[in-house]
């Protein structure tokens, strides 16, 4: 029999007003000087304000990095180790959505390993233990806040560096629905389709698991629910509630069973042509999943299951059946394509090659449940335009 593991984060808080337990949960690892990881909307739209006060009624002294303008790069955790050193804080609160979060494990990291955080690319090459991460989520997608990786770019060689190890799961996650009721209708869709991305990927991944698969099924199941509620209505609260726990389920699933073809053929989009991850995740979904079909129809059937459709006559058509129906909520959302967002196929002929490489090196193409060989993820980059 085999065995498997569940990494999760030993503390997470779910409901309304968890991100103002931040301070007692700061005290309780006696932090002395925090340092909150963010960006300048959070600080300017008063959404770390809970944080805060709960930091000052604990009587926690705190500084504020509020550089993480964009996905995080070398110079976004260079900038913020450097604050870290100067403030000297020992614990570190990231808010935000994932980039946030992606440079607080990042700066952990390296705030007591040695080298350069490129010396990490890959798997468990973190020997010492990180300095503890309280993940506040302000979007319901990424799931970092219940992740062991983080995705950092390397702009010199234009490649977003997956770095994974126990070490840089988050401590605690407090994950708040009210935190992303403020979202605007583009980013509550590229969130949310990345969750929904994650939990379909982790499904159907050959690194599945039995604890995996709860999380991931309950996550496909509220999310393709809830998430076109919450894009319709944004206050709705119920609707971003369910699509947030989507999310957290999702990332727990797919932080121990991994991502598939879509995410590694994601990245280099990202890295090459700046699109946000939850875009091109969202781009590439349908022609993926048409694809990969035939590599598990079972597991796919059971997804389209989960989204309430009906069995029909095999295992195959209702496999067919829920890759359509995750095709009409991207179009429902109102996702822009690739072409639209400036990727044509003269841009991409020049770089195509390497794109397909960089997927393959990452390792997440290998769990895909139909393998694709280069020739054919350059067929499906231009297929997806
Ligand atoms: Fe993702």
């Known amino acids: 029999m085999s065995i498997?593991?569940?990494?999760?984060?030993?503390?997470?808080?779910?409901?309304?007003?968890?991100?103002?337990?931040?301070?007692?949960?700061?005290?309780?690892?006696?932090?002395?000087?925090?340092?909150?990881?963010?960006?300048?909307?959070?600080?300017?739209?008063?959404?770390?304000?809970?944080?805060?006060?709960?930091?000052?009624?604990?009587?926690?002294q705190y500084d504020i990095y509020s550089g993480v303008d964009q996905e995080p790069t070398l110079a976004h955790v260079d900038e913020c180790l450097a604050l870290l050193k100067k403030t000297g804080g020992d614990l570190l609160i990231a808010c935000g959505g994932g980039s946030p979060i992606d440079v607080a494990k990042a700066v952990s990291a390296m705030a007591v390993n040695?080298?350069?955080?490129?010396?990490y690319m890959g798997a468990d090459k973190f020997t010492a233990d990180c300095l503890p991460v309280i993940a506040v989520p302000t979007t319901a997608g990424?799931?970092?806040?219940?992740?062991?990786?983080?995705?950092?770019t390397d702009t010199e060689r234009d490649v977003k560096m997956l770095i994974s190890s126990p070490r840089i799961m988050p401590r605690v996650a407090l994950v708040d629905p009210l935190l992303t009721l403020k979202m605007p209708k583009g980013l509550t869709?590229?969130?949310?389709?990345?969750?929904?991305t994650h939990a379909i990927e982790a499904y159907v991944s050959r690194k599945a698991q039995p604890m995996t698969d709860i999380l991931a099924l309950s996550a496909v199941k509220l999310i393709s629910k809830y998430l076109p509620i919450a894009w319709a209505e944004p206050d709705n609260l119920e609707a971003r509630t369910k699509t947030m726990l989507g999310a957290l389920q999702a990332g727990m699933a797919f932080s121990n069973a991994s991502v598939a073809l879509v995410h590694g053929m994601s990245r280099p989009v990202g890295a090459l042509f700046h699109v946000p991850h939850g875009v091109s995740n969202a781009c590439l979904l349908g022609e993926?999943?048409?694809?990969?079909?035939?590599?598990?129809?079972?597991?796919?059937?059971?997804v389209a299951r989960a989204m309430g459709l009906p069995d029909l006559a095999d295992d195959v058509k209702t496999a067919e059946s829920g890759a359509a129906k995750?095709?009409?909520?991207?179009?429902?959302?109102?996702?822009?394509?690739?072409?639209?967002?400036?990727?044509?196929r003269d841009k991409l002929a020049p770089v195509v090659e390497k794109m397909a490489e960089d997927a393959i090196a990452s390792g997440s193409p290998g769990n895909n449940p139909r393998l694709a060989a280069k020739e054919e993820i350059i067929q499906l980059y231009y297929a997806a335009l």
């Open 326 to 344: 995750v095709r009409s909520i991207i179009k429902k959302l109102q996702v822009p394509t690739l072409t639209e967002l400036g990727v044509s």
């Open 189 to 196: 869709a590229a969130t949310g389709l990345d969750a929904l």
């Open 288 to 302: 993926v999943m048409d694809f990969s079909l035939s590599g598990n129809y079972e597991r796919y059937a059971e």
């Open 4 to 60: 498997n593991v569940l990494r999760v984060p030993p503390t997470i808080w779910f409901g309304e007003d968890a991100a103002k337990r931040a301070g007692a949960e700061a005290k309780r690892f006696k932090a002395l000087k925090v340092l909150i990881i963010t960006d300048a909307y959070m600080v300017s739209s008063g959404t770390i304000n809970g944080v805060i006060d709960s930091l000052k009624e604990e009587g926690l």
């Open 114 to 119: 040695p080298g350069k955080i490129q010396d």
């Open 142 to 152: 990424t799931g970092s806040e219940a992740t062991a990786v983080t995705i950092i």
